[in-house]
């Protein structure tokens, strides 16, 4: 059984940081594209970054560009998401996604439907 598990999120003033993991189990790490996207209250879930599986190759939404890192361990199965500069506009729900076809695509990545498993969430607010 596929599980993915974030954890890092929490409550944190504008202008700081925060560093999300997602513990991946239950499938190849090592072959999966790992995506983390997030989801407002009252709006739409948006990709915010993806990882592909070989070659590590990253893309980001515009609107976390210079702010945001995406990494992953595939020894330890983790996916992380190091967020920077932090404004209220990032408060959100954080989720993390696997892709099976291991390549993100400047196409494809912010699709929800690209992704074959999601983990459960957790919560990002930026405040003073």
């Known amino acids: 059984q596929v599980q993915l598990v974030e954890s890092g999120g929490g409550l944190v003033r504008p202008g700081g940081s925060l560093r999300l993991a997602c513990a991946a189990s239950?499938?190849?790490?090592?072959?999966?594209?790992m995506g983390w996207f997030r989801q407002a209250p009252g709006k739409k879930r948006e990709a915010v970054s993806c990882?592909?599986?070989?070659?590590?190759?990253?893309l980001y939404a515009d609107s976390v560009k210079g702010r945001f890192t995406i990494s992953r361990d595939d020894a330890k199965n983790l996916v992380y998401l190091q967020m920077n500069s932090l404004i209220p506009e990032d408060t959100a729900a954080y989720f993390c996604?696997?892709?099976?076809?291991?390549?993100?695509?400047?196409?494809?990545?912010?699709?929800?439907?690209?992704?074959?498993?999601w983990g459960q969430g957790i919560s990002v607010t930026v405040s003073s």
């Open positions: 996604a696997a892709d099976s076809m291991g390549k993100c695509h400047k196409s494809a990545y912010y699709y929800t439907e690209t992704y074959d498993f």
């Open positions: 239950g499938l190849a790490f090592n072959g999966f594209a």
């Open positions: 990882i592909g599986s070989k070659d590590h190759t990253a």
